[in-house]
């Protein structure tokens, strides 16, 4: 299979909200939703299944806080989660089998020194994505996933308007030296409308040959396609949705690439 960062080509879909999307539906799982792999796999394979058949391209796996956990539970959370994306796709019977992506967040303070059990797991997906990146000092997290992944890592930022907020373009310029072989947003503020797609033109313009992801926040359904579009015609590479976003919406944004972007 070609790599998921490839910069050339047409856009291509991601798939939606996981984690958000599983709490909204269950409140058993809305206070972790990144273990609902181990406690719901057949709701989170389902949730997966439904995002092939809405369209989406590539997948994220359910384990977005793992690298928050201790070493052992985080690699039974990122087994899990590779388990479940495996069932959904194997399940949607889907004659291109989308890529697989390990959607991670940060964790706190340093990244291990070394070598840790979840790494044995990095294997089983096509590429590594951390994101929702906010500060600088969360590129040493960038940094030991390039050192330790057998597979491509990507890095993306939450994207903010405001003057102090972290600035798209030195974010992408900072990750591609860290390794990244592709960035871009993830996620985002409900008061910084359009700063997904501004954010990804400036990363377009500031490491051409990178990919650009690019998931805009769904907190209004309505203004979160019309951004997906916007990030379309800003030349990001892949489009998806975060927060708010589910199998109708990524849907919605498949019709959106099939027929000419309007604003």
């Not at 609902?36 to 997948?59: F, I």
Request: charged content about 20%; some cysteine; proline content about 7%.
């Amino acid at each position: 299979m070609a790599s998921p960062f490839e910069a050339g080509g047409a856009t291509r879909l991601l798939d939606g909200g996981i984690g958000t999307w599983l709490g909204s539906r269950d409140e058993a799982l809305a206070a972790a939703p990144h273990l609902a792999s181990l406690n719901s796999p057949e709701r989170v394979a389902n949730l997966h299944r439904a995002y092939v058949l809405a369209g989406a391209q590539a997948l994220q796996a359910n384990a977005w806080l793992a690298l928050h956990l201790k070493e052992a539970e985080a690699e039974r959370v990122v087994r899990a989660a590779a388990d479940c994306l495996e069932d959904g796709i194997r399940d949607s019977q889907t004659p291109v089998a989308p890529f697989r992506l390990l959607s991670l967040a940060p964790g706190q303070g340093v990244p291990p020194a070394g070598r840790v059990a979840l790494v044995d797991q990095l294997g089983r997906f096509d590429a590594v994505v951390l994101e929702t990146l906010i500060d600088p000092w969360q590129l040493a997290w960038l940094a030991w996933l390039v050192e330790w992944s057998p597979v491509p890592v990507a890095a993306t930022l939450v994207p903010d308007n405001r003057p102090e907020s972290w600035q798209p373009a030195d974010f992408a310029i900072r990750a591609q030296r860290a390794g990244a072989r592709a960035v871009g947003v993830n996620c985002g503020y409900e008061d910084a409308t359009g700063s997904a797609s501004r954010a990804v033109a400036e990363m377009r313009q500031a490491v051409p040959r990178l990919a650009v992801m690019a998931r805009p926040a769904a907190f209004d359904p309505h203004i979160w396609l019309k951004e997906a579009k916007a990030c379309i015609q800003a030349g990001a590479h892949w489009v998806g949705g975060c927060c708010g976003s589910g199998p109708e919406e990524i849907a919605q944004l498949r019709a959106a690439l099939i027929e000419p972007c309007e604003n």
